[in-house]
Nanobody, 120 residues
């Protein structure tokens, strides 16, 4: 079982920066692929960035070069540094922990989300 708590959201002007944090509980945090997803009003939840236990990262094309995901396994923390923010980055951002249990099953945990609003 993993519990996730996000923080760091807020209101920022376009071009500004924010750093989201996700605090995780659980004894095997380092085995999970950690990720950030976002959901804007009226839209489906979408992947922003993921980072495997082996530190392989993946980013949505829309945030490449602007966002950076990182993790600190000792502190059980995941971060999303967001630079050059745009109004279209406005959304609720969710932290995710994912682990494949077998070829047919996986474990996924979600935080409660944190609002990011970028004004133009």
């Amino acid at each position: 079982q993993v519990q996730l708590v996000e923080s760091g959201g807020g209101l920022v002007q376009a071009g500004g920066s924010l750093r989201l944090s996700c605090a995780a509980s659980g004894s095997i945090f380092n085995l999970y692929t950690m990720g950030w997803y976002r959901q804007a009003p009226g839209k489906q939840r979408e992947l922003v960035a993921t980072l495997t236990s082996g530190l392989i990262s993946n980013y949505a094309d829309s945030v490449k070069g602007r966002f950076t995901i990182s993790r600190d396994n000792a502190k059980k923390m995941v971060y999303l540094q967001m630079n050059s923010l745009k109004p279209e980055d406005t959304a609720v951002y969710y932290c995710n922990a994912h682990r494949s249990l077998s070829m047919r099953s996986s474990a996924d945990y979600w935080g409660q989300g944190t609002q990011v609003t970028v004004s133009s």
